[in-house]
Every structure is written in structure tokens, then in C-alpha cells.
Nanobody
Framework: VQLQASGGGLVQAGGSLRLSCAASGGSFSSFVMGWFRQAPGKERYFVAAMTISWLGGVTTYYADDVKGRFTISRENAKNTVYLHMNSLKPEDTAVYYC?????????????????WGQGTLVTVSS
């Protein structure tokens, strides 16, 4: 089971990027998927997550500092989760990691996830 994150790069403040997280080695269509980020010299923390209930209901979660600017989405046919990032700010500069877990009631908690991608660097210039 592997997660491959991509899409990072250098962007000016106010710009947009879309990060992708491709899963391989199994079907992740019902997994809880999350994005976390780690800024230089800081700890890794939660950015966004998406859960799917057994009835197919989707719930999304966002950190307060990205709410309204970032959107998490998934394309099950491609086993891929996206993080759409708009109105980027210099403080969004970080390595972004995607993560997955079969199920959790605590999608905001890093330690709940047992699959991690390698990270992709996003740099926002002022």
C-alpha cells in the first residue's frame, strides 16, 4: 500500500495549486483520507480530511486557517485524493503530506493514520 503525493511547487501569494495523492496497492474508496503539512522548523499538523460513511455520505474537515480557501476532494475511479488550494499565503509554505486510514472517528489526529505519502513541497512567495 503506497501513497504518492504530487503537485507542489512555487507560487505567488494569492495563487492556486492542486495537490494530488495517488493510492496504489488496494482500493481506498472508503478510506478516510487526510492532508497534513509541516512548515520549516515546526511540527506537522492537520490541514483537511474526508470521510465516507457506510451509506456513502461524505464529510469534510478543515483546519481553521485554511477553511474557505482549501478544498479536499477525491476521485475514486483513479484512487486519487486532491487538495485544491486557493488564495495561498506565504504562511501556507510547507511540505504537504497525504495520509490514509481504513476508518477513524478522529480524522484530525495525525496518529490515527497508518498510511503516509512522501510529501510534496509548497512554497508561497510574497
Amino acid at each position: 500500500v503506497q501513497l504518492q503525493a504530487s503537485g507542489g511547487g512555487l507560487v505567488q501569494a494569492g495563487g492556486s495549486l492542486r495537490l494530488s495523492c495517488a493510492a496504489s496497492g488496494g482500493s481506498f474508496s472508503s478510506f478516510v483520507m487526510g492532508w497534513f503539512r509541516q512548515a520549516p522548523g515546526k511540527e506537522r499538523y492537520f490541514v483537511a480530511a474526508m470521510t465516507i460513511s457506510w451509506l456513502g455520505g461524505v464529510t469534510t474537515y478543515y483546519a481553521d486557517d485554511v477553511k474557505g480557501r482549501f478544498t479536499i476532494s477525491r476521485e475514486n475511479a483513479k484512487n486519487t485524493v486532491y487538495l485544491h488550494m486557493n488564495s495561498l499565503k506565504p504562511e501556507d509554505t510547507a511540505v504537504y503530506y497525504c495520509a490514509a486510514v481504513r476508518w477513524t472517528t478522529k480524522p484530525l489526529i495525525e496518529s490515527e493514520y497508518n498510511y503516509w505519502g512522501q510529501g510534496t513541497l509548497v512554497t508561497v512567495s510574497s
